[in-house]
């Protein structure tokens, strides 16, 4: 294993709460989509599946694209996350600071939701993505398009639970409610689709 994922791993598995479980979300959605456009380029190669008119082509250039925006998730929601440390520091000695500290507070939890909810659908995207290519790519690689569903849909699944904790402290009922009903929309469309790649994997398996 090369040493630069040695010291991710490290990093990880230290008493820092950063890099935590977000960051590894969207590092599960990033290995997922660098497996569906290794299963795309193969296809692409040797000219086999049944993508035609250049879809393979187009399906690396959308799991390239979703690899590069959950890459960047990685540091946002540790950034996002420090963000929220840091208004709970502010000072509270006195009326004005209380009312501008719960204000910081607010605003760094609504944005603690947001950025994994973004990675959320981006993994949600490349399980999209993954299942075309266990469907229409190269049928000697359709476990490792499988693994790449897997992959994200534990990285949404995963962002959705920092989405909903993080949902707990914040007032704003409105954006609650908003954000609550695409939780269940991307929790329950996550999972029909982790099903129907398991469901294809083990088809071509069976022969």
């Known amino acids: 294993m090369e040493q630069q994922t040695r010291e991710?791993?490290?990093?990880i598995a230290s008493d820092s709460p950063v890099p935590g479980g977000g960051s590894v979300s969207a590092l599960a959605g990033?290995?997922?989509a660098s497996l569906g456009a290794?299963?795309?380029?193969?296809?692409?190669?040797?000219?086999?599946?049944?993508?035609?008119?250049?879809?393979?082509?187009e399906l690396i250039g959308d799991l390239d694209r979703a690899r590069e925006r959950l890459a960047d998730s990685f540091a946002r929601d540790a950034a996002s996350y420090e963000g929220v440390i840091a208004a709970y520091r502010l000072p509270k000695g006195t009326e004005e600071e209380r009312r501008a500290r719960k204000e910081?507070?607010?605003?760094?939890?609504?944005?603690?939701?947001?950025v994994p909810l973004e990675t959320a659908r981006l993994c949600d995207r490349v399980l999209d993505l993954c299942l075309v290519a266990t469907r229409h790519g190269y049928e000697q690689a359709v476990t490792d398009a499988g693994v790449g569903a897997l992959l994200a849909y534990a990285g949404g699944t995963g962002a959705l639970y920092n989405v909903e904790v993080n949902l707990g402290s914040v007032d704003d009922?409105?954006?609650?409610?908003?954000?609550r009903r695409e939780l269940e929309s991307l929790r329950a469309?996550?999972?029909d689709k982790r099903r129907s790649a398991d469901e294809r994997v083990r088809e071509v398996l069976r022969g």
């Open 8 to 11: 991710l791993l490290e990093r």
């Open 30 to 32: 990033a290995l997922g």
């Open 38 to 57: 290794m299963v795309s380029r193969l296809t692409a190669a040797k000219q086999a599946g049944t993508m035609k008119g250049g879809r393979a082509e």
């Open 104 to 114: 910081a507070v607010q605003a760094a939890m609504r944005h603690a939701t947001s």
């Open 173 to 179: 009922q409105q954006f609650v409610e908003t954000v």
């Open 189 to 191: 469309g996550m999972e």
